[in-house]
């Protein structure tokens, strides 16, 4: 009987250590997704700051831009609005027209 109960154990044991090489080939399996995830997360995690980097650039050269903009309008309108501003904007509009019409 002693022997039949040796022969269980030994059934048991060898189960049991069957399963464990099982549980260790899984886990190992599952590390090796996961870190080609966080690679891929972290490539992916690099592109997004240098997007990101990318737009604030765009943007902030859209704003000095704007700014720019508001600049020569505004003395633009102001330069149009006084009288030597007027023959100014005549002058420049007089030889806009002459230089379309020199090239055709």
Known sequence: ?????????????????????????????????YK???????KERIITNKLEKGIKSIQNKKN?????????NRKYNALSKSKLG?????YWQYLAKKRIGGQR
């Open 36 to 42: 080609v995830i966080l690679e891929l997360l972290e």
């Open 64 to 72: 000095k831009i704007e700014k720019e903009l508001a600049i020569v």
């Open 1 to 33: 009987m002693s022997g039949n109960k040796s022969n269980e154990i030994n059934g048991d044991y060898k189960k049991l250590e069957k399963d464990f090489i099982l549980f260790k080939e899984r886990t190992y399996d599952l590390l090796e997704e």
């Open 86 to 90: 007027k023959i100014t904007v005549r």
